[in-house]
């Protein structure tokens, strides 16, 4: 265990690749905290400035009560600690395994629900909502807390990286998070996360399921997850209808605000446990356009045809594509991103910017 002066630390909590958390006691004054250090023996610039950022988010979201507070950030022999209050529960994590009683669930689900409302209203997309950075309280709520990779509001294009180089988890990740549906990334990827997270919290297991990550990749962007309640008949279609629409492959298919899940949420608390019309309270915080190609159908096609013939033991070809800079070239040729991972292919990619001559190796 790490040696963090003026702290006394009780145990750890949780540890990931990049950051361990412990409970610990603050000597100076006897204050129990959470106590977030990078897991790493000497931490860089890098980590100290995303401790930093983390921090100014959880400056900005102080008063949203379903997240964990944070007191300070120190820097103790030249290791970053952050200083959180200490939540009274159990994470999330300890508790999956078995189906959990739906009363309890919806109970859940509607204080995350509520939360991540409240969490969007302030501008922060959480983007790595699973089980161990949600703290289940005596109280019947929840708190979520590690917000080390969340971002300020925006949209994100994401690149297809090495599995090692993605930010996030990839059993919970949405779709568009992998950076190889050729979609932007937006607030919206939080609900395809708290979908795996409602399915695993009902059923006892999560929705899909891969040997390795190009497997799981396929699955998130491919496959359709079982219904809950076809998986358990105690789960009410209703409840089972919400978590499938939060795994919508598109974001445009998901809910589009916490505020409107919550209100379906409720209704099923209240007793509608068949299905009903979903999202009728469920209006977006901006608007959007879809996320996809238009008028490409012809050039698309003849891509994915000319890759189906590699594929099946034909000779290796060349296709040229050509028009004027910003009329979409890459994004044609990006939508070859989601049958090259269903055939474990790799894709790589290159590109000369017309306009940016002057920056070496660009």
Do not use: W
Request: charge should be neutral; glycine fraction near 8%; aromatic fraction near 8%.
């Amino acid at each position: 265990m790490l040696d963090i002066p003026g702290y006394r630390l009780l145990g750890r909590l949780r540890a990931n690749g990049s950051n361990v958390l412990f409970h610990a006691v603050r000597e100076s004054d006897g204050l129990p905290v959470i106590i977030k250090t990078p897991g790493v023996e000497f931490p860089g610039s890098r980590e100290l400035e995303r401790y930093r950022r983390e921090f100014a988010l959880l400056q900005r979201l102080r008063e949203v009560s379903g997240v964990v507070r944070s007191y300070c950030l120190e820097q103790i022999l030249e290791r970053p600690v952050l200083l959180m209050e200490k939540v009274r529960g159990e994470p999330l994590s300890e508790l999956v395994g078995q189906p959990m009683e739906v009363p309890r669930f919806l109970e859940l689900a509607t204080s995350l629900a509520s939360t991540l409302a409240e969490i969007h209203r302030h501008g922060v997309i959480h983007k790595d909502i699973k089980p161990s950075n949600i703290i289940a309280e005596p109280e019947g709520g929840a708190r979520l807390i590690d917000f080390g990779l969340a971002t300020l509001q925006k949209v994100e294009q994401l690149d297809a990286v090495p599995t090692h180089l993605i930010e996030g988890t990839l059993a919970y990740m949405s779709p568009e998070q992998t950076g190889r549906m050729n979609r932007q990334v937006d607030y919206r990827t939080d609900f395809y996360s708290l979908g795996v997270t409602f399915y695993e919290l009902l059923t006892g297991s999560r929705p899909f399921h891969g040997r390795d990550p190009l497997e799981l990749f396929h699955a998130h962007m491919a496959q359709s997850p079982r219904p809950p309640h076809e998986s358990l008949p105690s789960i009410p279609p209703a409840v089972s209808a919400i978590v499938v629409k939060l795994l919508a492959k598109v974001a445009e298919e998901r809910y589009q605000s916490a505020e409107g899940l919550r209100v379906d949420l409720e209704r099923c608390r209240g007793g509608a446990l068949e299905v009903f019309p979903l999202g009728e309270r469920d209006v977006p915080q901006r608007f959007h356009l879809p996320q996809r190609l238009y008028g490409r159908e012809a050039q698309v096609f003849t891509l994915l045809r000319g890759f189906e013939r590699v594929h099946g033991g034909g000779q290796a070809e060349l296709m040229l594509v050509r028009g004027y800079s910003g009329i979409g070239k890459s994004s044609v040729v990006q939508e070859l991103h989601k049958p090259v991972v269903q055939r474990r292919g790799f894709f790589l990619s290159g590109k000369f910017e017309q306009f940016q001559r002057d920056i070496p190796h660009a």
